[in-house]
């Protein structure tokens, strides 16, 4: 079990959300030994707590940190891109404690955030330091965003997992044109991408390339062009977008 660093031992955390990152990050946070309060639901405020952390909706940011206002003098939100200003209504300290990782309903214990990376901020250096120990404490590597790079950090991390899922939901759409069904597509399909990730980790992701594009082989690329055309002719846009970005990503490669 993981060891809370000294400012954690005796500081009650408490947790506001009672959807997927609020109960997981609570669930964590008790397996860690730190004390936790929550996760708390709309309008509730934990009582007796030393640190807030606001798990909700970013539009519903500024409404649940006037709820706690005054209310504990570290508090923070979990949003990768809402500046800490939204935070102002709750009169304390304010941090940004943003997993780089992907919550499901099934994500629960440190399990969930260990070996994630975790996007922090702080108004203060206390606030800061605050939240580069509950980083630490739930097993994730804490690096620093100002609010000037969120936007730009927030759709790095979407276009890393989000947009993946909807490029296999595409792939899985025109294997269909072979006769797959989405399942069965979904199974043949997930150990490529599985290899595929962990050569990127290993190589980045010029030297990972393979495939048509990466070869040359546009006898091939036509040929692939024109089966899009038949079984999903609503992504042939999308298609020749990702044709002409993985030409340029060929053309880096040393």
Do not use: K
Not at 43 to 64: H, Q, T
Not at 149 to 172: I, K, M, W
Not at 249 to 254: D, I, P, S, T, W
């Amino acid at each position: 079990m993981t060891s809370p660093s000294d400012s954690l031992t005796s500081a009650r955390v408490g947790v506001v959300g009672p959807g997927r990152l609020g109960s997981a990050l609570s669930a964590a946070l008790r397996e860690a030994g730190v004390p936790v309060e929550g996760p708390a639901g709309r309008g509730e405020i934990p009582a007796r707590c030393d640190a807030i952390v606001l798990c909700v909706p970013d539009a519903e940011i500024d409404s649940a940190a006037a709820t706690v206002a005054d209310a504990a003098p570290l508090v923070g939100h979990t949003s990768g891109a809402t500046p800490l200003t939204a935070l102002a209504p709750a009169r304390a300290a304010a941090f940004g404690l943003h997993p780089l990782q992907t919550f499901t309903g099934e994500s629960r214990g440190l399990g969930a955030f260990a070996g994630a990376g975790c996007a922090i901020a702080g108004s203060t250096a206390e606030a800061l330091a605050f939240a580069a120990d509950l980083a630490r404490v739930l097993g994730m590597t804490p690096f620093e965003i100002d609010d000037e790079g969120r936007a730009a950090y927030h759709a790095a991390a979407s276009v890393s997992s989000n947009f993946l899922l909807t490029l296999q939901a595409a792939a899985e759409r025109i294997a269909a044109g072979a006769g797959l069904e989405p399942d069965e597509a979904r199974q043949l399909l997930v150990p490529l991408l599985r290899r595929t990730v962990d050569n990127l980790a290993a190589l980045g992701p010029e030297r990972a390339l393979t495939g048509p594009v990466a070869r040359g082989d546009e006898v091939t690329v036509a040929a692939q062009r024109q089966a899009v055309a038949e079984a999903a002719p609503e992504l042939l846009d999308l298609f020749d977008v990702l044709v002409h970005h993985t030409r340029t990503l060929a053309g880096a490669r040393v």
